[in-house]
């Protein structure tokens, strides 16, 4: 079976860092699936953070450019999301996700980590 687990996630201050893992296991061919960072607050949407191709083009929401980076390792099949200049904006549920199109055309997503930033 396929698992998605994210680690890092925790209480820091504004202006702080934290830097989040997302681990795949069961994945045939992770180095062809996209992999992103999506985070979701209390009674809001869940919306895109970052995104990386399997070349290893990024894309980042215009509120996160600048502070964050998303980076990937196809050897370990794992994904990172560094996060620095912390904002108790970017206060979330992050969730790591995997991304393919045809002909297998799936998509998987992990449990997510708690992300809190105090003012």
């Known amino acids: 079976q396929v698992q998605l687990v994210e680690s890092g996630g925790a209480l820091v201050q504004a202006g702080g860092s934290l830097r989040l893992s997302c681990a795949a296991s069961?994945?045939?061919?992770?180095?062809?699936?996209?992999m992103g960072w999506y985070r979701q607050a209390p009674g809001k949407a869940r919306e895109l953070v970052a995104t990386?191709?399997?070349?290893?083009?990024?894309n980042y929401a215009d509120s996160v450019k600048g502070r964050f980076t998303i980076s990937r390792d196809n050897g370990k099949k794992t994904v990172a999301l560094q996060m620095n200049s912390l904002k108790p904006e970017d206060t979330a549920v992050y969730y790591c996700?995997?991304?393919?199109?045809?002909?297998?055309?799936?998509?998987?997503w992990g449990q997510g980590t708690q992300v809190t930033v105090s003012s």
């Open positions: 996700n995997a991304n393919i199109g045809p002909p297998v055309a799936t998509t998987y």
């Open positions: 990386i191709s399997r070349d290893g083009n990024t």
């Open positions: 069961g994945i045939t061919g992770f180095r062809f699936y996209a």
